[in-house]
């Protein structure tokens, strides 16, 4: 099982969007993939149709001390959704509550890491849509993940915010094992503007190591497949952001996304 985060501290700049985008064109893929909801907005839960602020069970159940966590009770909080090999592991507001709980205290960090083990034989990829502050959810979804995608605004104030975000992957990155990977992903780009040009200039500029090598661009048929809750794929497979999603997947799966590795 890969685990993938999608993060960044900054709102808005296409997170829950990518989570979506990516899980819909690996599910076509032939992959099962799990999409998980850490966002106590529950955008990623609301996408599919279901409302966070009457969930039942949901991912703050991960978060319950280990011994009282089984496979079986996993598998029952993941939901279905309408496409075969997706499914929803969705959010409530109560998540909310543990963003107050220390993130020092004792294992608190490695809930997810630790929880998603039960679930390792029975998706190939978990795709977890993270909240925009950092507290413990962040840290979580940090440290469970091999590989962090971070959209970044292709816009002035966004790269400057991204100073945080890297500085909070830089202790996080200290603290574990394992290594991890991490690669900025310039969203919402609008080539017909000159501060879009400039933003990505900027940021390849001072991050050449860092940036995929290519774009996403503003398209409003993502915004039509969130407002329909169905995939950018299944909605229009041609549209251009599909089609640059669909590029970024491939050079995540073969490993060659830096922009750094063609020059
Ligand atoms: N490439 C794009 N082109 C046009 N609209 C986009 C694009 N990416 C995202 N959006 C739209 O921008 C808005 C914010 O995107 P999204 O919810 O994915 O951001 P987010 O980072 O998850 O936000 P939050 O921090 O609140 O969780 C949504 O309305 C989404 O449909
Ligand atoms: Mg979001």
Redesign the pocket.
Known sequence: MHIWAVA?Q?????????TVALGGLLAESGARVLLLDL?P?G?LTTYFGHSPESMPRSSFDLFQPMADVSRDALQQIVLRTAYQNLWLLPASTALATLERKAVGQEGMGLAISRTLTLLWDDYDYVLI?S??TLGVLLINALAACELILI?VQTEFLAIKGLERMLHTLGMVTRSRRKPLRHVLIP??FDRRTQAGMLSLRRLRGTYPQEVWRSV?????R??DA?SRGVTPSALDPGSR?VRAYGLLLKNLLAGDYLASATS
């Open positions: 960044n900054k709102g808005g700049v296409g997170k829950t969007t990518t966002d907005q955008s849509d909240p925009p959209p969203t919402l996403i661009p503003v398209d409003t993502l915004r969130s952001a």
